[in-house]
T-cell receptor
Framework: DAGVTQSPTHLIKTRGQQVTLRCSPK?????VSWYQQALGQGPQFIFQ???????QRGNFPDRFSGHQFPNYSSELNVNALLLGDSALYLCASSLLGAGNQPQHFGDGTRLSIL | AQKITQTQPGMFVQEKEAVTLDCTYDTSDPSYGLFWYKQPSSGEMIFLIYQGSYDQQNATEGRYSLNFQKARKSANLVISASQLGDSAMYFC????????????FGGGTRLMVKP
């Protein structure tokens, strides 16, 4: 039973560029959430997708956008990259409505902005 | 105000001893859940234990137990019989029913187990 998979593992970009990160949820899950984890801090919620729609959004600018596909996989896009976007980006999947069930996380994509 | 506060940036524990990691939370939602995750240096977040706001008993999962004191809004993680592999970052997180399915995380505690 495959867990949450993310790609790529590492990525190096320069300021002003655009990046796309990918996530495949755990089998049986229909909801994907994205989190940003800066060095030495806890993860911060970016947004959540369900039924191919952005269902909920945290306090992030609209440079951060996403997409969910019919097979429940998801992409996170970041435009006009800033140095402060350097972080570990974590994808988590869950089943909508199963409130006491944990979100399952992938290993993350480590994004470095030069 | 911070929704999740973890006051211990780093802690040491001797192998085979028990350790308590502190977590306090702030919410006005009567329905919420509290989660603890472990994050090794590899980066993945590993779910450890869950406590619902209406659960009458403290949650336990193997060597992990949660000391839930609702009136004090604390949900401390207790790890018994520490192992070297327990060395990692530990995060407390909360899901509020009125806030959908998003998790709010604390700043984490780095646990180091000494042989």
């Amino acid at each position: 039973d495959a867990g949450v998979t993310q790609s790529p593992t590492h990525l190096i970009k320069t300021r002003g560029q655009q990046v796309t990160l990918r996530c495949s949820p755990k089998s049986g899950h229909d909801t994907v959430s994205w989190y940003q984890q800066a060095l030495g801090q806890g993860p911060q919620f970016i947004f959540q997708y369900y039924e191919e729609e952005e269902r909920q959004r945290g306090n992030f600018p609209d440079r951060f956008s996403g997409h969910q596909f019919p097979n429940y996989s998801s992409e996170l896009n970041v435009n006009a990259l800033l140095l402060g976007d350097s972080a570990l980006y974590l994808c988590a999947s869950s089943l909508l409505g199963a409130g006491n069930q944990p979100q399952h996380f992938g290993d993350g994509t480590r994004l470095s902005i030069l | 105000a911070q929704k999740i506060t973890q006051t211990q940036p780093g802690m040491f524990v001797q192998e085979k001893e028990a350790v308590t990691l502190d977590c306090t939370y702030d919410t006005s939602d009567p329905s919420y859940g509290l989660f603890w995750y472990k994050q090794p240096s590899s980066g993945e977040m590993i779910f450890l234990i869950y406590q619902g706001s209406y659960d009458q008993q403290n949650a336990t999962e193997g060597r992990y137990s949660l000391n839930f004191q609702k009136a004090r809004k604390s949900a401390n993680l207790v790890i018994s019989a520490s192992q070297l592999g327990d060395s990692a970052m530990y995060f407390c997180a909360m899901r509020e029913n009125n806030a959908g399915n998003m998790l709010t995380f604390g700043g984490g505690t780095r646990l180091m187990v000494k042989p």
